[in-house]
């Protein structure tokens, strides 16, 4: 496995989620541990945009509890109702949104969050296992290109669950 990610010097998101995906495919095909393979994919998401919060929130005990992330320490519990996580989770959609004052109900883990992406990851009986939630110090980071990045990134995650 190499241990190095190999990115272009673009600045561009589509451009460097293309260049990542085989990358996180080759990471994780060898390895069959659930936690293994979402510990590299936040750090690989978080080594290539550089984005202030990579991490996942896993469906527990009826709420969503922190998994693994990368960025500074984070709320460990969401109740499903509550925030842009709560949000993904009840609607089963990925949610962009660009400036997280404006969302009601949004969870401020950090006040240096301005926007993000949260992305549900379903088990193959098609109910949400767990939620990607990336976020941005930058006010409307995210675009369709980062939801459709991040889609087909998950969509290796369900083919290993
Ligand atoms: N902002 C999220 C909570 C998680 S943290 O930002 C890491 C939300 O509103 O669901």
Same mark, same amino acid.
């Given at each position: 496995?190499?241990?190095?990610?190999?990115?272009?010097?673009?600045?561009?998101?589509?451009?460097?989620?293309? &260049?990542?995906?085989?990358q996180i495919e080759a990471l994780?095909?060898?390895?069959?541990?659930?936690?293994?393979?979402?510990?590299n994919v936040a750090a690989a998401l978080k080594e290539a945009f550089g984005f202030f919060w990579v991490g996942f929130y896993m469906v527990k005990e009826g709420q969503l509890v922190? +998994?693994?992330?990368?960025g500074?320490?984070?709320?460990?519990?969401?109740?499903?109702? $509550?925030?842009?996580?709560g949000a993904?989770?009840?609607?089963?959609?990925?949610?962009? %949104?660009?400036?997280?004052?404006?969302?009601? +109900?949004?969870i401020a883990c950090s006040s240096a969050s301005k926007s993000e992406v949260v992305v549900p990851v379903f088990h193959r009986n098609g109910t %949400?296992?767990? %939620?990607?939630? %990336?976020?941005?110090?930058?006010?409307d980071d995210f675009s369709e290109a980062d939801a &459709? +990045?991040?889609? $087909?990134?998950? $969509?290796l995650i369900e083919r290993k669950m």
């Amino acid at each position: 496995m190499a241990e190095t990610l190999i990115l272009p010097p673009s600045t561009n998101r589509a451009e460097l989620y293309e &260049a990542l995906y085989p990358q996180i495919e080759a990471l994780v095909a060898t390895e069959s541990d659930l936690i293994a393979n979402l510990s590299n994919v936040a750090a690989a998401l978080k080594e290539a945009f550089g984005f202030f919060w990579v991490g996942f929130y896993m469906v527990k005990e009826g709420q969503l509890v922190l +998994g693994p992330f990368q960025g500074p320490i984070a709320c460990t519990r969401i109740p499903f109702r $509550k925030g842009v996580c709560g949000a993904c989770y009840t609607r089963q959609e990925t949610i962009i %949104v660009p400036d997280v004052e404006q969302f009601p +109900g949004h969870i401020a883990c950090s006040s240096a969050s301005k926007s993000e992406v949260v992305v549900p990851v379903f088990h193959r009986n098609g109910t %949400v296992a767990m %939620v990607l939630d %990336v976020d941005s110090d930058q006010l409307d980071d995210f675009s369709e290109a980062d939801a &459709a +990045g991040l889609e $087909k990134i998950m $969509k290796l995650i369900e083919r290993k669950m």
